[in-house]
Nanobody, 114 residues
């Protein structure tokens, strides 16, 4: 069993920055793809960014150039650096990893508002 612990959410003004972290612990043999999803009220679950073990990353068009996903394989941790935040980025952000099966974090709220 793998447990994901997310941190870093909060309230930020438009144009501000936040950094999310997600640390995996438990019975980890190896972690394959790691990703961040988000869900805003009344909206569908959306893939924000994902990163392969070799560091190759993909982003949703809505966050390209503003968000950066990275990972520390030694620490089993994935990060999401979010810059130039917009009110439409407001959502609950979820960490997702694949290690034999998919695991989800509990979610962390990001609110972008003045």
């Amino acid at each position: 069993q793998v447990h994901l612990e997310e941190s870093g959410g909060g309230l930020v003004q438009p144009g501000g920055s936040l950094r999310l972290s997600c640390a995996a612990s438990g019975s980890i043999f190896s972690i394959d793809r790691m990703a961040w999803y988000r869900q805003a009220p009344g909206s569908q679950h959306e893939l924000v960014a994902r990163i392969d073990p070799d560091g190759r990353a993909n982003y949703a068009d809505s966050v390209k150039g503003r968000f950066t996903i990275s990972r520390d394989n030694a620490k089993n941790t994935v990060y999401l650096e979010m810059n130039s935040l917009k009110p439409e980025d407001t959502a609950v952000y979820y960490c997702n990893v694949y290690s034999g099966r998919y695991y989800w974090g509990q979610g962390t709220q990001v609110t972008v508002s003045s």
